[in-house]
């Protein structure tokens, strides 16, 4: 079936595209690389999110253990380059085929629960990870790995040139969102999304529940580890610390906020958060800081009331409350 | 939390101390277990009555640790500043509860996770403005000393008292769950909300009553607690999620599986922290056997949860549905 090529839906990501190619060269005109630097960060936290948004949105899976995935990438892609593996082309499939394996462990089993039982369960798996990445030694205990360099990508991109860095960042989260919108149009993600709205119909009809939705977490386990090894390249540094549960809850939250079960969700939820954050720590507000002085130190009061007025007044996400006003 | 590791003994010393470690291992264990019983408590109501995540319970524990550090130092008794900040913070989660957290009954889980995730943040803020990042809270100082249960077995009285007021406050729980209308009201909530509802239950003054009931039970951990642990921002945080291990192991909604999987886990995590490096330096090197007792104790109460959901879904005690 042949569909008219529908110009306004293209219009939002081709703007988006426009600014994202565009943002760090204007910001390098400015003489601001650092926020090159932060804007990668973003990009990274923004696939992470999309792909907990596969699982949680489009698999209606609530895992409150996210962190897991993108922390067993961190942690492969961590010691790969700390045993001297230079080459990000093993050490980033290697995360994601790590990531992949410990999803498909934990949701074999997570995924036999239901409800509030599956959330603690993948909270549980994760927890057990973060405290045996705590405990081991040779990973640094709590102290987390320091790495000397980024690894080489080859193809003369230099990884340490943080506008090089942005551009692969931005490229594999584009590369992300294609494939999730190509994923959702599939026959896979009607399958996954028939499986969220109505279980038992989705099994009366003959579909694989257990085996698709197990796919549907371990697709999403990979790219959170892919995530996990961008951000451990990125910083340099691992810590157990990206295992820790407030990794999975920040996830979640910029899920929820950006839109659950949107395509641009986990985009939207990641830049608003991380930008609301960045934005309140870096710039002086005249009147707030008038009324308040030092505000810049208490900035997640700010992000907390943020995330709070958008529960109360966009349910449905950022994602949600655009189509809720255009319709 | 901090405990008497056998120091650098060798293996003779070890052996003839090993049943007062025991003995006093246990004892910890159950003090532990004792206050993530009163965490756990409040928590497995509002999650059993109201079918709501609450993530800031963790956050009216650390409220009422401020609380009682804050009116210890007030009134110069810390018995007057704990018993005060037990209504302290029993207001702040009636008044929290009447605010905010009533629109969100009616949404869905996600919703509280982020909203209740956004209220983590700020009370950790507003604590921090009011109060700054930590402050100190000492444990009285007549009971600052040991006492001796045994022969050669020396215990903190100021532990003895946490586990005899912890007895108390679970007996008082019991009896207020068991015995009296209000507590069948709690318990008819629990096991069906709307049936509860329409038998002419005011569920709205109910929910708030559990809310209150449950920021003092916290105010009670978080007080008696902080002179062993510390005040500070951010307490609340993890002691949340074994919080919630606890009542996912004892069944969502059900005190008496709340009092189980909280001794359970409590007794656990203490005996796992100390035993298990022991047990370990049998085999292994003990610098590695140092480091992977505690991560063996932490995991252990995460497999333990992953068992329970894997044989019984349910929790060990089922309290939605039954009469």
Redesign the interface.
Known sequence: MMREPNVKAWLGPLLAAVFAIALPLALRAFGQVFYVSFASQVLIYALAATSLNLVLGYGGM?SFGHAAFVGAGAYVASLLLHAGVDSAWIAWPAAMAVAAAIALATGA?SL???G??F???T???A??LF??A????AWG?DEGLTLARRPALGFGVDLADELSFYYVALAILAAALYALHRLAGSRFGHAVVAMRENETRAEGVGLPVFRTRLACFVIGGAVGGLAGALLACHGKYVSPNVLH??QS?TL??MV??GG?GRLWGGVLGAVALLGLERFLADFRIGWLAALVPNYAQ?T??A??????A???FA?RGLAGWRRARDG | MPLNTPGDGSGQVLFTLSWILLVEQALNGLQFGLMLFLLAAGLTLVFGIMDMINLAHGSLYMLGAFFASALVEATGSFVAGVLLAVPATALAGMLLERALLRTLYARDHLSQVLATFALILILNELVRIVWGSDRPLAMPAALSGPVELLPGLYYSSYRLLIIGVGFAVALLLHWLVARTRLGMWVRAGASNREMALAMGVDIGMLFTFVFGLGAALCAVAGALLSPLLAVQVGMGENILIVAFVVIVIGGIGSIRGAFVGALLVGAIDTLGRTLLPIAFSAFLPPQFASAAGPAIASISIYLLMAVVLFFRPQGLFQARGQG
């Open positions: 609530v089993i036999r629960t239901r509030v039982y959330i603690m369960i909270l549980a798996f927890q057990m405290y045996l705590n405990s081991i030694k205990g549960w407030t809850g979640m939250i929820i906020l659950v208490h997640s009061l992000v907390g009331v943020v995330l709070l958008a529960v109360l349910p």
